[in-house]
């Protein structure tokens, strides 16, 4: 088969990846390539398993036209979302829904092998949960609590990720699993899945993720930022006012994380008298009505407002969405955010632009880690990779 064949089938299999069945004669026409030449690569898609006849379409006489669509079983991608505390691992077909997950608490400064180590297990375990085969698995999509340097997988100067500085985690993961392994910051898979699931049309995104840091995964024009080396979106760690003189785990003084992140906000209510040593303390007094609760959280987001109030002028998004754990406290947080993104920020940035509480939960990683390596293996360049039964697509 020439190479020019081998792209055209490729580019015909692009077109299927949206899971819409079509007919040969709609292939044909969106494609501009002849009938007999779309049946030929149909044939070739069928082969190798991708791709599945689905039930007839209706006829306007004469025999029926079967139609084609994406078969999205046909092989499996492994996410996983790791945390600070802990690990969700999931198993999911081609378009992200999940087949069988498993969660466990997991502290990740006990080092990468550690983590790394359950989450091969825990694939090997969940597959056989659902009686499919290890050679079923297509990609591994990784969310990690940190930096990423997203072209080589390796974990860069994590601030709560001891041992994993540059750790090589394709690598590690590919001596049990030799598939390609995607990794990335979590913040940024949380962006991706949250946008699959409930923005859709959204080309121009920011997800905040506040919980014990802030970070944010930037989608603009469609495209997820991720920056020269992996830090776009580390605005946990940009100063601001209130944060004068207050020393942050990085180093540096005045981060918006030092007095806006979860357990910031648990300390200042412990210096006023308070219980709440921890998040879920805060949340207990929050959802309890207790005042100074409910106006630490309202202040911390007022100061996430300010960085973001930034955020709206540069990126000009449509959409913020806000998750992490201290979405559980959002209705405060949120009002805090508003109060000052919709004052300062220029009429025209915000005249369309919605803050809204993620909907899709923790949820987000696991569908943004799933989408990110399936998005990989399925690209016209890896699509051979997906070749179920030894036909060459591109």
Not at 13 to 18: C, I, T
């Amino acid at each position: 088969m020439t190479s020019a064949t081998n792209s055209s089938v490729s580019d015909l299999f692009q077109l299927l990846r949206d899971g819409e069945p079509r007919t040969r004669a709609q292939l044909a026409s969106a494609t501009g390539l002849s009938r007999s030449t779309i049946g030929l690569h149909v044939d070739t898609l069928l082969e190798s398993g991708l791709v599945t006849p689905i039930a007839d379409a209706a006829s306007t006489g004469g025999r029926p036209s079967a139609r084609i669509a994406l078969k999205p079983d046909a092989r499996l991608i492994a996410a996983a979302d790791l945390g600070a505390t802990h690990v969700t691992l999931a198993i999911t077909d081609l378009v992200g829904k999940t087949l069988s997950e498993t969660f466990t608490p997991l502290e990740i400064a006990l080092g990468p092998t550690n983590a790394l180590d359950w989450i091969t297990n825990g694939i090997t375990e969940l597959l056989t949960q659902i009686s499919r085969d290890p050679c079923d698995l297509a990609a591994i999509g990784i969310g990690l609590p940190g930096p990423v340097e997203h072209d080589t997988g390796r974990p860069s100067n994590p601030p709560i990720m001891p041992g994993w500085d540059e750790f090589d985690v394709p690598h590690y993961v590919q001596r049990t699993f030799n598939v390609p392994v995607l990794v990335d910051n979590d913040v940024n898979i949380m962006a991706l899945g949250e946008r699959a699931a409930n923005w859709p049309d959204a080309n121009n995104l920011i997800f905040l993720k506040v919980a014990t840091g802030i970070g944010a995964g930037i989608i603009s024009s469609g495209v997820l930022q991720r920056g020269d080396r992996g830090i776009a979106g580390d605005v946990g760690h940009i100063r601001v006012a209130r944060g004068a003189g207050v020393i942050c785990r990085c180093g540096n003084e005045g981060c918006l994380e030092a007095i806006a992140g979860g357990p910031a906000i648990a300390a200042h209510l412990v210096t006023e008298g308070s219980s709440a040593d921890s998040l879920a303390g805060v949340f207990a007094l929050v959802r309890s009505g207790d005042l100074a609760a409910i106006l630490a959280v309202r202040q911390a987001g007022k100061d996430i407002g300010e960085v973001l109030n930034m955020c709206v002028s540069i990126v000009n998004p449509s959409v913020i969405v806000i998750g992490g754990s201290m979405a559980e406290v959002s209705e405060h947080l949120i009002a805090g955010i508003r109060e000052v993104v919709y004052a300062r920020s220029q009429p025209l940035a915000t005249q369309n632009l919605t803050i809204a509480p993620s909907r899709t939960g923790p949820e987000a990683a696991i569908l943004g880690a799933s989408l990110m390596a399936a998005d990989f293996v399925m690209s016209p360049k890896n699509i051979n990779a997906l070749n179920t039964r030894g036909n060459a697509l591109a």
